[in-house]
């Protein structure tokens, strides 16, 4: 049986103050104690899609903002974090070296209620900075340095952000959440509330690559896939939690691929919504299986820009997540 649905949310884009990790952090901060939508309607952190965001501040500078979903049987927690310096906190295992002036992404389950943050964002194994649970270690995700337009997406399982450079022509993306359903509830296929959780990036220090739904490739940066290599570097990000109360995950990928952006309508002139599958990845541009589900409320569909909104006779749709805001190409739509 399907999971739930997925309504997806934006808030009004806002420009980040510099190109730096702290006000990359506190763009996200503020975004996150939003009172309204993009669309005017109103946001209430903890209810609906919306998420309750905190910060940690470290000698006035802030160093970390976690996130809490409103829908959260397993008491996740997902926190961004960073610094200019160049401290050693727990890194995904096999995956990730922390970089100075980068963003980190990680995952927390059974944090206990209420979900809490109680350590230092940099703390390492065994101590989880939630202060319990399997914390996942951070994988790497964006080029903090970058200054630009900070996009925020988020329903009742999942966040998306996405910086898009000033210009326009190029942003990364990172986020976290419930992204897979797998379609069964079997041992072994999910955890005891149905779900598969996850965090993903285009990478350390990297942009998203408009090339990157044409293949398997983890070297065409993109959304949603990566793979089991230690050495891969600087490529892209999708690491989903083993099943069970364990800290280890696994490197997922798209089952298909979108060779060219395209540009076909529906009959009646709506856009497509084509699902997105993901299996498992290997050490080399391969799946390897097993097949781990789909994105949920999450799809492919025509080419086109970043930052766009779906609507049908005024009524909102969807967003567009896409490589460039100044060109069309291979995108997905975040339903609403």
Known sequence: MPLPTQNWRAVTPVALASGTTASTLDTLYTIGQAATYSDGSGRTPGSGSAWTWNRQQIAGTTEACWGVPPTNTLQMGYVVAGNAASPTPQMMPGIDNYSANGLAIAMNKNSGSPVSFPNAWTIGSPTSPFGA?????????GAATTNGTMYYWECQEGFIVQVVATGGASSYVFGGGAFVDPYSTSTGNCESDGRLYSVMSTGSGRTWATTWSASGLDNSYGVFKGRDLAS?????????????????????MMAQYITTATSYLTPSGDIPYLPYSVTASASTNAQTGPFFGELRNIYFTRAAAAGQVVSNGGVVQGYILSPQATASNTSLVLKY
Do not use: H, W
């Open 133 to 141: 649970g399997q914390f996942s270690g951070y994988i790497m995700g």
């Open 232 to 252: 891969k570097g600087l490529n892209s990000r999708f690491a989903i939690f083993n099943v069970g109360s364990v800290t280890t995950c696994r490197q997922a």
